[in-house]
């Protein structure tokens, strides 16, 4: 018997979850989700006590690592993406932070004038139910995801913590006690999607309070092989489950795997760019130039410094961040600084790292296959800090950090540098040794026809298709100066409505 | 990860020599190091202990000396797991040694350290600081036994 859905929805993560409960909340609606990882049943303690969420990251198979090179030196480091329900929500920090408006103006910049800031808040809240500013015009109280900053400014905190905050303060740091505001900067309180100490993932905040619909069908442990394309519909969708292969039809298709696995999906359909199917052997139905070009990420890079003291410190999720920019002429905050928990070895001394997030990308990376193997792994090209313009704005910042802890009211906490050494070039450094930030974004670009590099409209439908759109990380056409998590929430969220305004 | 250095040791190079190839030299010259086991003249295996944060672990390693061409130049393979992860940790360091004059030695290391698994996640972030320092302490402790008083050691 051949089955047919009103809707597929091809990944069940940040954004898929969520169109998912949104679509099937209209009962003559039927929804299939299809989702490459597990759904496990009750969640392991490791995905859903937030404590646990280091070794979630360290010790669960929900982690799927794409091995990525420095350009500098050919060493690598991992671009990671959770291969479970959930997707990134469940394996992620649980940092539940909003694009700025900055970032939302630059979209609409690139031709998407529907993704304004002011369209789109009333859709930020509605995803969330704030639990520190349920009254607040920018804030909702009865969406489906807790947001709760378990730490808030005026608070206690440990000697470090008030020091640090003391400190940055001092230099002419703002306080921003809500980092969800259109512009954040400064000391701000971090907020988490975490409720009594337990990770509300989209498949707890969203997906849970859907099972049961009988017009939703949940497949888990299908990775989707290909989408048959005939003209410009999808026919059927192909996907593996139980050893075994299968395809299922639906009158409209949402792609939504993510930024490494989208575009994999759509090469593997012929959809993408002629000449790289052509090397892989993949028939063209659809030319589009710019399936995994586009790439953007965030690199993080760690400064080290001697630890004097020692303190007992509880805890591995930050409390709080710093949000600056590198020079004072930037339009936004470009920079996370965040101090990090000592790594402590005996015979050796203490290290104190501090982490420096930037949170832009000026020139761009690739996601590619090396096989049309559907279950070969994409790779990925991050070309991270090889623009100078990016080398030099992190170069600031680390000068901006050791202005920070090199004071006297910081030095119980932070001695002198330890990395980078007294022989290393700080721009060399940071190029040999950054790592991801995980907010991967940009390889199905949303943008007009005219854009070369477009790969879906601003309704998110991919060009050239009639019942084809994109919902994820992918779709973002530059990358948010934020954790990209509940960006990725609202994009599903507005791929709900765009669906249902379709018909 | 790919570090590299050159010293030089106030002690000629057949002395610098024969403590490399001293498995309990060498163990001793290594910080946090507990648990040494000698194999054979080659071989040890030793565990490190550490922690990040709240979380804390141990490195259990075996060190073999797989290539020497006295007195000039040694390689030593170090391959283990960490305790939490389960993770392979592979390393190998290349050494040659340049006499200059009798009693001065130049020692240039190249080690490349290869994290497999879930512990390369904290990659850089955590393992680059510590493998310096560790490579720090060790070159200073090795000074320090072969400037010392105490032949050999």
Redesign the interface.
Known sequence: MQERYDVIIIGGGSAGCAAAMRLSADPRRRVLLLEAGPDPQPLPELVADASLQ??L???SPY?E?YPTQRQI?G????S?AGRIMGGGSSVNVMSVLRPMKHDLDTWVAHGNPDWSYDKLLPVMKRIESDQDYPDSPLHGSEGPLYVKRPFTLDMPTSELGRAFIDRAVSMGLPLCPDLNVPEPLGVCASPYNIKNGRRQSTTVAYLDRARGRPNLQVIAEAPVLSLDVTGHRVERVRYEHDGQAHTVAGDKVLLSAGVYHTPQILMLSGIGPARELERLGIKVVQALEGVGQNYQDHA?V?M?FEGPTHFQ????VPRFRLIVKSDPSRPCGNFHIIP??????????R?M?I?LHLLEQTNRGCVYLESADPRALPAVEANMLEHPADVEAMTAAMRFVCDLVQHESMQRYYGPL??P?PKDDWGRFARA???SYHHGVGTCMMGPADNPLAVVDQRLRVHGMDNLWVADASIMPTVTHANTNLTCIMIGEVASDLLEAAG | ??FEDRITVKAPADRVWAFLLDPNCIAACM???QNVTQIDDRTFDAA????????SGKFSFRAHIVESNPPTEMAAEIEGVDS??KSPLRAHVAMTLQPLGAAETALAYRATVQVKG?????????L???A???LE?ATRRLRAQLEGTDPGK
Do not use: C
């Open positions: 280091t070794r990251l360290l010790e982690v690592m030196d060493s690598v480091f991992y990671l993080v760690y080290t410190e509880d805890w591995v990090r928990p000592a790594t402590e070895v005996q015979g050796l001394t290290m790292p982490s330890l990395q050494g040794t950054h790592d | 990860m790919n910080p946090g190091v490190i202990a550490a922690s990040v944060g709240p979380i939490v992860t879930r512990l390369a996640i904290l990659g850089e972030m955590v680059r600081a510590t310096t320092l560790m302490e």
